[in-house]
């Protein structure tokens, strides 16, 4: 090895070592980093060149963004828990009072301990797609000031992608969870396990994911959660687990017993009048362009919004059929066969997407 070479890889592990103590991880796992670095330097030394120092590179670079002792200071007050949970949802009043005496079990533990930080209750909300579980869970990130991350379950295919590759495997690097807390950029984010159930088709590899979120969810364990490429306890106790699933039939009877099970029910076609009128037109309108001077509603429209064909529990389908409307009518406002469209009762149906509608 050239004195020149030696020199550049003497360099890189200072900046690795610089990189490694300002970060705040734990003095046991650093020491070891340092160990293992200390030992490349001696082989460049000796004219060698170590194949660890790539893995090693890459090592420092994760652990170093791990939010190690960072934790952001919650907010229990119910009133803006409820004000920002109403701000986003309407309806669904048994869920919202469900979640408020979780948020009070919370506070009166963070009053007798005394402390910023304290353990989250594991909740799972189940309902029919659409009923809004997911952006339900992203309010009480919100109301809480927690950062919030979503994983999609659904989209998981190997055990790997939620607890990490070990590192001495092809392109190792950590799982969801670790990357989780990496871009929540705090070791008490909330953490959506979006669509637990869909987890995976396969009998043997489901068995496996319920085994690994058993660990990452129960109290008794998730204190010292080992990701396989990190290879280090991790405290994920003060993480705010939501899972959302459509039903509990794939979820494994041990990892039931952990949750707080959240059930959600249809809206009613008088709640999505509401919904539809006050959350979701204004954003739609606002998100294509249109203004009130260009589309109006009148009240005998929304019946035939709501619901043109069938029943739908959820809301997306209203979502779509209000982005069908005002795609229709921006195309009518451009080529200026109108200034204004009324949508009522007599045309709502011509302007929806039928073909899409839930039957």
Known sequence: MSPQFAQSVHDDIAFLLQQLRSSNCPEELRSEVERKLGIIIKTAQ??????????????????????????????????????TLDKHHYGIEKVKERILEYISIMKLKMDQEKTNVVRAPVMCFVGLQGIGKTSLAKAIGEAMGRSTVRIAMGGLGSTYELRGKPKTEPD???????????????????????????VSGNIALR??????LLEILDPEQNYAFRDHYIDYPVDLSKVFFIATANNLG????????????????????????????????????QEVGLTS???????DAWPTIVRPLGFDAGIRQLKRNLYSICRKVAKIIVLGKAKKVIINSNNAKSFIDESFAVM
């Open 172 to 198: 190792a690097e950590p799982g969801q969870i670790i990357k989780a807390l990496i871009n929540a950029g705090s070791m008490n984010p909330l953490i959506i396990l979006d669509e637990m159930d869909k």
């Open 250 to 285: 794939n979820v494994s009877a041990a990892l039931l017993d952990r949750l707080e099970v959240v059930r959600f029910y249809s809206y009613s076609d008088e709640e999505k009048e509401v919904i539809g009128k006050l959350y979701l037109l204004p954003n739609i309108m």
């Open 46 to 83: 000796f004219g060698g060149f170590s194949t660890e120092f790539e893995k090693i590179t890459k090592y420092v670079e994760w652990i170093s963004r791990i939010p190690w002792g960072k934790y952001t200071v919650d907010n229990l007050s119910l009133a803006n828990v409820k004000k």
């Open 293 to 299: 001077e260009q589309l109006e509603f009148t009240d």
């Open 207 to 212: 068995k496996d994911f319920m085994a690994i």
